[in-house]
């Protein structure tokens, strides 16, 4: 069964930036797309960010486009999200998953938390 490991999270000012990893076992990391999710405080999960399989297509929800970035290392198993311009309606915990389209598939790991405080 596929593993993932997010790392990363913290607290930081508004305005600030952060850099999210997710490390992911197994032989076949390079053959699907990955994607980022959050969940805030009192609400349901999102997705926030995906790229295809091989990192050429990026994309972006409509509250994070702009100030995210979401890349790929296929020869480390490793998805990022570089987060930047923070603001305190982005604290949330954040979660990898592999993707369909914006839909997660499979497992999930234990995520790592975001605060950005104003």
């Known amino acids: 069964q596929v593993q993932l490991v997010e790392s990363g999270g913290g607290l930081v000012q508004a305005g600030g930036s952060l850099r999210l990893s997710c490390a992911v076992s197994?032989?076949?990391?390079?053959?699907?797309?990955m994607g980022w999710f959050r969940q805030g405080p009192g609400k349901e999960r999102e997705f926030a960010a995906g790229?295809?399989?091989?990192?050429?297509?990026?994309y972006y929800a409509d509250s994070v486009k702009g100030r995210f970035t979401i890349s790929r290392d296929n020869a480390k198993n490793t998805v990022y999200l570089q987060m930047n311009n923070l603001k305190p309606e982005d604290t949330a915990v954040y979660y990898c998953?592999?993707?369909?389209?914006?839909?997660?598939?499979?497992?999930w790991g234990q995520g790592t938390q975001v605060t950005v405080s104003s």
């Open positions: 197994g032989r076949t990391f390079s053959t699907y797309a």
């Open positions: 998953a592999r993707i369909v389209g914006d839909i997660p598939v499979g497992s």
């Open positions: 790229i295809n399989w091989s990192g050429s297509s990026p």
